[in-house]
């Protein structure tokens, strides 16, 4: 029972590329998330999906888009990188209110 | 004012104390109330978990909701180095669909 995974755990990116960060659990949990966390700011919701076939705006989602491919799996993509994007990321999934968090990948936009 | 306050310290203790982490809150629909521990480049794990108000005890911690004061603390006895990581606090309306509101998270060290 792997719980939350995600891939890649490091990225590197220049400003104006795309990439998608990918997320899967094995928890059969119905809702997934995607958070950034930055210094001083905590963690901060930028979508999530409270079940299969749907998905929300959270707090910060400009620059962001999210699929919801199969109750399994919830991507985060992003279409053009900005400097501001340099964060790392959680995907989270839950059942009632209890959020389990992947291990997050630290993106760097130069 | 931010909905949901805490202390990012650091908050420096040495081994054996008794630490108390807290936070504020302003909405009074909060009804589930979480703390999670988060070890240096890690994801946040969750640590306890309680509903609506009062106490509830886990091995060295306890978590205390005060819904009266729109306060929540997080107490560790007899701290260890193993400890030390940041602690957040997280909740929500008893309400579906809604997501956590998280505080920005305390920074502790505990000194063998």
């Known amino acids: 029972n792997a719980g939350v995974t995600q891939t890649p755990k490091f990225q590197v990116l220049k400003t104006g590329q795309s990439m998608t960060l990918q997320c899967a659990q094995d928890m059969n949990h119905n809702s997934m998330y995607w958070y950034r966390q930055d210094p001083g700011m905590g963690l901060r919701l930028i979508y999530y999906s409270a079940s299969e076939g749907t998905t929300d705006k959270g707090e910060v989602p400009n620059g962001y888009n999210v699929s919801r491919l199969n109750k399994r799996e919830f991507s985060l993509r992003l279409e053009s990188a900005a400097p501001s994007q340099t964060s790392v990321y959680f995907c989270?999934?839950?059942?009632?209110?209890?959020?389990?968090f992947g291990p997050g990948t630290r993106l760097t936009v130069t | 004012q931010k909905e949901v306050e805490q202390d990012p310290g650091p908050l420096s203790v040495p081994e054996g104390a008794i630490v108390s982490l807290n936070c504020t809150y302003s909405?009074?629909?909060?009804?589930?109330f979480m703390w999670y521990r988060q070890y240096s480049r890690k994801g946040p794990e969750l640590l306890m978990y309680t509903y609506s108000s009062g106490n509830k005890e886990d091995g060295r911690f306890t978590a205390q909701v005060d819904k009266s004061s729109k306060y929540i603390s997080l107490f560790i006895r007899d701290s260890q180095p193993s400890d030390s990581a940041t602690y957040l606090c997280?909740?929500?309306?008893?309400?579906?669909?809604?997501?956590?509101?998280f505080g920005k998270g305390t920074t502790l060290s505990v000194s063998s």
């Open positions: 997280a909740m929500r309306p008893n309400q579906a669909g809604t997501a956590l509101i």
């Open positions: 989270a999934s839950s059942e009632a209110s209890l959020l389990y």
């Open positions: 909405n009074s629909a909060f009804q589930y």
